[in-house]
């Protein structure tokens, strides 16, 4: 925090860092600092505005968040199905390992389901995806292409479980898809 300072009363420009503060209980807890420097008519810094905000608290949750959202990643890449989220425009916002393995690709976030399953895969599931966008948990077979090459086919389970907001509405949905093609 101290080198930043420096720089910044060398430079003139604003101050942020995010530092721990010891309190007078003996807690260090986090803060953001800011200052803004103050100029006169000829451009010398005569004062400087700045804030100190306890962030403590929004800074573990997201730590918490962090470590969470790790977790969650390592137990979805264990599992042997393919699991993923689509976000209500059918946007791609998760997809496990077993996901990218089975298709193919490391990432699909941001990527539209009919994009990446092609119009005549997404025509098939369409029906589905309205019942569970409506709101139905929902459970079927169906064929579906394997490492994203509609050549090879297999019998999959697809289980589509909604994803419903505070209002009632269905925000997105967790997709569950199990190979049970026999060998």
Not at 70 to 97: E, W
Request: proline share 3%; aromatic share 10%; glycine share 6%.
């Amino acid at each position: 925090a101290l080198q930043l300072w420096k720089l910044s009363v060398a430079a003139g420009g604003q101050f942020e860092t995010e530092c721990r503060i010891l309190n007078q209980k003996g807690e260090y807890r986090w803060h953001l600092a800011r200052a803004l420097p103050q100029f006169d008519a000829e451009g010398n810094i005569t004062e400087w505005f700045g804030s100190c905000t306890d962030i403590h608290d929004q800074k573990k949750m997201r730590e918490l968040a962090l470590h969470n959202a790790k977790q969650l990643r390592m137990i979805t890449d264990a599992l042997p199905a393919l699991v993923s989220y689509l976000d209500s425009d059918h946007i791609y916002r998760f997809n496990n390992g077993a996901f990218a393995d089975w298709h193919g690709v490391t990432d699909l976030v941001g990527t539209h389901l009919k994009d990446f399953l092609g119009e005549k895969i997404y025509a098939v599931i369409q029906p589905n995806l309205a019942r569970a966008f409506a709101g139905e948990t929902l459970s079927f077979e169906e064929f579906m292409p394997k490492f994203n090459c509609h050549e090879v086919l297999r019998m999959v389970r697809i289980n589509y479980i909604p994803d419903f907001d505070d209002s009632g509405q269905v925000k997105g949905l967790v997709v569950l898809v199990h190979d049970i093609t026999q060998s």
